[in-house]
Each structure stands twice: as structure tokens, then as C-alpha cells.
T-cell receptor, first 114, second 114 residues
């Protein structure tokens, strides 16, 4: 079974500062994908960043980057230069290579303070 | 359409009532998923379609839940004899083809059973 754990229910950060959201996962799979999704109050899940487990290089998307530690099964999200629009729930998610099904964590509510 | 569309956005049902939730995926998307998101939790997988074929329904919580996608496009999630524990946001997602990891989510239907 796959499990995804987000141990920070709530976090806050000052505008323009940097924040890191934590995620750990458990799986026996060797090939898989990891994701961070953002869910604003509109409820629509929006893809923030994606990482293939076979790639050692950490994914980056503009202000968003990940620290992927495969041996430790850790996948943290760093948001640089935080903006008010970053305020949302953030979900870490896992997907097996063979199936198109997400396993989500319980989420971290991020508030960016002006 | 431009994105995944779900209707209604909100539904209040009396306990015991049957409900039907609709999902219009992105045109041409082969894969379609339903997730259930309880308050304060991450989405949990319900069922998966590839075109009109329901390939995985392992996440459906009881036989009161039924999903269909008869023509391989629009999907309906039906819940019979609703119970209070069915109260949740129901999210639909679609992706272009099998094995493609990028899924596009709708804004969900918030079901409240009173």
C-alpha cells in the first residue's frame, strides 16, 4: 500500500519570504511519480510541480522547487518569494508508474501574510 | 471544453435521497477519475474509467455508489440512499491517455447530506 504523510497541517510565511512544505511517503515501488498540487478556495486542484522518481535532479518550476530524497522517501516543496496568491491548501501526491491513480496526503494549509 | 466541468457545484440532499453528480471531462481525454474529499482531508480515489470501460472501482465505499461513462465522455457518479457520511467534495479528473501523469481536475461538487 502507498501512504503519503504531510506532518504540517498549517503554515504561514511573510510575503516575499521562502517556505518549505514537508512530505514523506511509503512505497515498495521502484518507479513512480510525485506531485505537489495546490487547492485554492475554488476547490480546483492545480498542478504545481512534478518529479519522476528515476530522475535524480530536483524539479523546478519558476518560484517552486522540490528536494527529492529517494532513499529517505522525502519530497519537500520550497516556495521562494512567496506571493499572496500562493495562499491555499497544498497536497503532496504519489502515483505508481503502472496506474494512473493518485494517493494524496492530508494537506498543508499555507497562508502568505502581507 | 476548456477544462473539466462538474455540476452541480453544490448539492444538499436529505438522508435517504438519491443524487447524481455529473462530470464533463476535457474533450478527447481517455482517462477519467472520481475522488472523494472529506472535510480537512486529501482526495481519496473512488473509480477510474478508460473510455467507457470502468477499469477500477476499488475505491467505491459501498454498493450505494455507482459510476458510469456510457459513451466514453461524460460521467455520472450516483449515490443511492445518501447517508451523512457521504457528505464530501466529489472531484472529477481527466487525462489525455493512459500512463500520462498530468491530470486536470474539476472544481468538484460539494455534497451535504442533512
Amino acid at each position: 500500500a502507498q501512504t503519503v504523510t504531510q506532518s504540517q497541517p498549517e503554515m504561514s510565511v511573510q510575503e516575499a519570504e521562502t517556505v518549505t512544505l514537508s512530505c514523506t511517503y511509503d512505497t515498495s515501488e521502484s518507479n513512480y511519480y510525485l506531485f505537489w498540487y495546490k487547492q485554492p478556495p475554488s476547490r480546483q486542484m492545480i498542478l504545481v510541480i512534478r518529479q519522476e522518481a528515476y530522475k535524480q535532479q530536483n524539479a523546478t518550476e519558476n518560484r517552486f522547487s522540490v528536494n527529492f530524497q529517494k532513499a529517505a522517501k522525502s519530497f519537500s516543496l520550497k516556495i521562494s518569494d512567496s506571493q499572496l496568491g500562493d495562499t491555499a491548501m497544498y497536497f503532496c501526491a504519489f502515483m505508481k508508474q503502472t496506474r494512473n491513480q493518485f494517493y494524496f496526503g492530508t494537506g498543508t494549509s499555507l497562508t502568505v501574510i502581507p | 471544453g476548456a477544462g473539466v466541468s462538474q455540476s452541480p457545484r453544490y448539492k444538499v440532499a436529505k438522508r435517504g435521497q438519491d443524487v447524481a453528480l455529473r462530470c464533463d471531462p476535457i474533450s478527447g481525454h481517455v482517462s477519467l477519475f472520481w475522488y472523494q474529499q472529506a472535510l480537512g482531508q486529501g482526495p481519496e480515489f473512488l473509480t477510474y474509467f478508460q473510455n467507457e470501460a470502468q477499469l477500477d472501482k476499488s475505491g467505491l465505499p459501498s454498493d450505494r455508489f455507482f459510476a458510469e461513462r456510457p459513451e466514453g465522455s461524460v460521467s455520472t457518479l450516483k449515490i443511492q440512499r445518501t447517508q451523512q457520511e457521504d457528505s464530501a467534495v466529489y472531484l472529477c479528473a481527466s487525462s489525455l491517455t493512459i500512463g500520462v501523469t498530468e491530470a486536470f481536475f474539476g472544481q468538484g461538487t460539494r455534497l451535504t447530506v442533512v
